[in-house]
């Protein structure tokens, strides 16, 4: 881990840029803003092929890369900036949806631990994640690394709401520290359901004793992918009364059908963060990811 004062010295340094992978570019530009570094001007393209090519035009002595991951294309663009800012005396990688974090063991003999595999890839001086599935990913890195919480932010929008008498539910136990960070923000009432998954679709989630009659009810968990979770528990708590139901998330996978469900199943809207460039990104993490780089974390 570099030190308190090579950190200084690397502040210190004229060349200092943003340099956004192609899933990331929004998050990027407002990052940029937030932190007051420039943008570096990149060329994405594919070659006949379809393999990726990319190059960056000026490179900084502190590269501060930005890229998601929820492709294995996205992956390829990472590695790909990581090797174009090698000369960079500094290289920080903020990597705001990590792909692959639930395969952080090998649950049957003769599989990859898939996480494990990818983090030893990253070769940089820092690494930073964004409420990642499962923190132990974390260890599996060769590089300090460091998990960001977007849950406050999330807590900070909801507030901005207007909500009726409202309350904070994780459609799972794993969620709920996520749950609490939020509702900590809002001061208000928090809970979660009793699921079991039965399948990588099919999940059966079980009331609990929780009064939500009249109440407005907000969904939060890390991440929606199909949404059949969020389906459900909308489900269950609209029979016992919850007035509107809001789903929100830190990263908006959204894979196939998932806001089609979502809105079927008497969704009142749909919040999460730009992550993931979604249409439902409407709750930014910049401000979370400059903090960071203007020394105040």
């Known amino acids: 881990m570099p030190s308190d004062q090579q950190f200084c010295r690397y502040g210190m340094k004229d060349s200092v840029s943003i340099i956004s992978g ?6 990027a530009g407002r990052v940029a803003r937030a932190a007051g570094y420039p943008l570096a001007a990149i060329e994405f393209s594919r070659f006949p092929d379809g393999e990726r090519y990319l190059r960056i035009s000026d ?9 998601s991951t929820p492709a294995d294309s996205d992956y390829i663009s ?14 920080d990688v903020v990597i705001p949806y990590s792909g692959y974090a639930r395969q952080d063991k090998r649950f049957r003999d003769g599989e990859p631990v ?3 595999a990818l983090a030893r890839a990253i070769t940089a001086d820092r690494v930073f994640t964004i409420n990642i599935h499962n923190e132990n990913v974390l260890s599996y890195f060769d590089v300090p690394a460091t998990d960001l919480n977007a849950a406050p932010v999330v807590g900070e929008y909801i507030a901005s709401m207007e909500l009726n008498d409202p309350m904070i539910i994780a ?5 709920i520290d996520l749950v609490r960070s939020a509702s900590e923000y809002l001061g208000v009432d928090f809970d979660y359901m009793e699921k079991t998954r039965l399948s990588g679709d099919d999940v059966l989630i079980k009331t609990k004793e929780i009064d939500v009659a009249g109440r407005d009810v907000v969904i939060l968990d890390d991440i929606i992918s199909t949404g059949g979770t969020i389906v459900k528990t909308a489900m269950l708590l609209r029979n016992n009364g919850a007035n509107r ?7 908006p996978v959204l894979a196939r ?5 979502l809105f079927a199943a008497g969704i009142e809207d749909i919040i999460a963060t730009d992550t993931l460039d979604r249409s439902v990104s409407r709750v930014s993490v910049a401000e979370l990811i400059a903090d960071v780089f203007r020394g105040n974390r």
Do not use: E, T, W
């Open 171 to 175: 459609p799972d136990k794993g969620a």
């Open 114 to 116: 898939s996480a494990r």
């Open 59 to 67: 490179i900084p002595d502190h590269a501060i890369i930005i890229q």
């Open 245 to 251: 139901v809001f789903a929100a998330c830190i990263h």
């Open 78 to 91: 990472l590695l790909q900036l990581l090797d174009a800012s090698s000369a960079s005396d500094q290289i």
């Open 257 to 261: 059908n998932a806001v089609l469900r």
């Open 22 to 27: 192609p899933s990331s570019q929004v998050l």
